[in-house]
């Protein structure tokens, strides 16, 4: 399915909104979030509420099954009830994250087409503005890139097909336990798929535990990135211990600065990994807290 030349219009238009405003000094500037997926023992008013308090600028929804903000958990009343957060709280939702699965069956292909369907229209109850961003890794195995990567481009077209009529953007994040692992990889997709509905997720914690620099793989990808994971990371690519920012070695006045050179206008939003939120001592509020203490310090020794 082809988009639309209206959605491609629609598009276009909103592009050059953006870079209006940024001429007349009006762009977006870097902000501070945290990724709801670190606080799923929360509902999401109650996240909204300690984000806010702690300082950050917006938040990430867990759109993943299960989570607070599954979209088939959330009726009108819960909606009606997050909508009422978000207008307490001077905060902003950046993303959805739904880590779909790209190379899976029609059957579960066809589902993540729906799902990506029922993140938009999360969205736009929750009153986000267009596009919307929906994050999310694609799965597979380390060492299956090149026997699957024309597959995973055919897939990947039709989830942007869905994204055009919907106005989602999806953004895609190499990790270095999938199938697409590099920035070289995924910019292949990018130009593979054309679409203006694909950007990246930038996470340079995969990166680092891959040996790749910081700054080769943000002038790759930057360009065409469209949210910035942050979390530090040791160990190896192989056996990857997911980190707190602040515990491990990235050096985050950098990655600021960097972004910003590059033309990176969005949030850096912290994700607590897996690895660290579901252990049975983890507290979310003392995570989220830290981490932004870290953060926070970067952006103002960045300028």
């Known amino acids: 399915m082809i988009p639309s030349l209206m959605q491609r219009r629609t598009f276009l238009?909103?592009?050059i909104g953006m870079l209006s405003a940024a001429a007349s000094g009006r762009r977006r500037p870097i902000t501070l979030g945290f990724s709801l997926y670190g606080m799923a023992t929360l509902s999401m008013p109650d996240?909204?509420?300690?984000a806010a308090r702690i300082g950050y600028d917006d938040v990430e929804v867990a759109s993943l099954a299960g989570y607070p903000g599954d979209p088939d958990k959330l009726d009108s009343a819960a909606r009606a009830q997050i909508r009422k957060a978000l207008e307490k709280h001077p905060l902003q939702i950046s993303a959805f994250m739904d880590n779909l699965k790209l190379l899976v069956e029609d059957s579960a292909h066809r589902e993540n087409l729906a799902r990506i369907?029922?993140?938009a229209q999360l969205a736009r109850d929750l009153g986000v503005s267009?596009?919307?961003v929906l994050e999310t890794?694609?799965?597979g195995q380390?060492?299956?890139w090149e026997a699957s990567k024309v597959a995973m481009a055919s897939k990947l077209k039709e989830w942007t097909a869905v994204a055009a009529a919907e106005q989602i953007l999806i953004a895609i994040k190499p990790h270095v336990r999938n199938a697409m692992q590099t920035p070289a990889q995924a910019d292949w997709l990018r130009?593979?798929?054309a679409s203006p509905w694909l950007r990246f997720t930038y996470d340079y914690s995969h990166f680092f535990l891959q040996g790749l620099p910081l700054k080769e793989t943000l002038q790759t990808l930057a360009p065409h990135t469209a949210f910035v994971h942050v979390k530090d990371a040791a160990g190896t690519a192989e056996q990857p211990q997911f980190q707190l920012p602040g515990a491990g070695g990235t050096d985050y006045v950098s990655l600021l600065r960097l972004l910003k050179k590059l033309g990176y206008r969005g949030s850096v939003t912290v994700e607590v990994s897996a690895q660290i939120h579901r252990k049975p001592d983890y507290d979310p509020?003392?995570?989220a807290q830290r981490s932004f203490n870290v953060l926070a310090k970067a952006r103002k020794d960045a300028g």
């Open 13 to 15: 238009a909103a592009t």
């Open 47 to 50: 996240a909204i509420a300690a």
């Open 142 to 144: 380390p060492g299956e």
């Open 130 to 132: 267009k596009p919307h």
């Open 137 to 139: 890794i694609l799965g």
């Open 117 to 119: 369907r029922r993140v």
């Open 285 to 287: 509020l003392d995570a």
């Open 191 to 193: 130009t593979r798929v």
